[in-house]
């Protein structure tokens, strides 16, 4: 059992007429979920269950109202050896990292804060909804540190002039800011963070999985990703949903398939 994540999926999907639904992965280290090694592994444990369960469309990942994640466990990092710090970087950065290996779409829900880490976390995720009173930002320069896994993402994202300014500053940013360079998708009130990201979670609940993941897997394939799109494309052939999903629209036109997730 997880002492600080869990995984659950929303009753309400229910309806749907695929019977998949949405799940959300709370992230719960109080006060101010600072992210060590053991809350990083528990977070990749449950997205990596989340993405061998079919039965799951899409994925939230959130903290609570006050907080996503404030940053690394320095107290942790003060003590870790150098050579134990090499052995383990490998795996830390994976596990930063594994949002963006699940299959399914997912999307971090923040308000308050969501530095160094916990940011690094959210670059993963498909889509951030943030609540007009987060602070963003990489403050490890201050502590001597580089983010781990964050800097190629917030590159490609952002591009490399304004992520060299946010990672070299250690800077935080301001809602505003944070939309007007694309580092988040959407700004709402912070009371409706967590439900506007399960509505948009709820649009996959009856969408094609295997076309999403396999539209996902060529987005993760950066420059490999024209020849990834060849081999993910002709791998849809071999699916239900392909077969659906072509049929029904050539009948009856787009947005008519009722597609099983096979």
Not at 203 to 228: Q, T, Y
Request: charged residues 25%.
């Amino acid at each position: 059992m997880a002492e600080f994540v869990s995984l659950s999926r929303l009753g309400s999907d229910e309806a749907s007429g695929s019977g998949r639904g949405v799940a959300v992965l709370r992230i719960a280290r109080p006060p101010m979920n600072l992210f060590d090694t053991q809350l990083i592994r528990e977070i990749a444990d449950a997205a990596t269950a989340c993405g061998a369960d079919p039965e799951i469309a899409a994925l939230v990942v959130y903290g609570d109202e006050r907080v996503f994640c404030a940053g690394d466990d320095l107290a942790e990092l003060a003590e870790l050896p150098a050579e134990q710090a090499g052995a383990m970087a490998a795996d830390l950065q994976a596990a930063l990292s594994c949002l963006a290996a699940v299959p399914q779409p997912t999307v971090a829900a923040i308000s308050g804060y969501a530095l160094g880490a916990g940011l690094e976390l959210a670059l993963g995720a498909d889509r951030r909804i943030v609540g007009d009173n987060v602070k963003l930002g990489f403050p490890q320069i201050d502590a001597g540190l580089i983010p781990l896994a964050g800097i190629r993402r917030l590159s490609l994202l952002i591009g490399p002039g304004p992520a060299k300014d946010l990672v070299y500053s250690g800077r935080f940013v301001e809602p505003d800011e944070a939309a007007r360079l694309g580092l988040v998708d959407q700004v709402v009130a912070p009371d409706d963070v967590l439900g506007v990201a399960i509505e948009w979670a709820r649009r996959f609940v009856d969408g094609p999985a295997r076309a999403l993941a396999a539209a996902k897997a060529v987005f993760e394939a950066g420059p490999h990703g024209h020849e990834r799109a060849r081999t993910e494309w002709a791998q849809l052939f071999s699916t239900e949903d392909q077969r659906i999903g072509t049929r029904s629209y050539l009948r009856d036109g787009p947005g008519s398939a009722a597609f099983t997730g096979r």
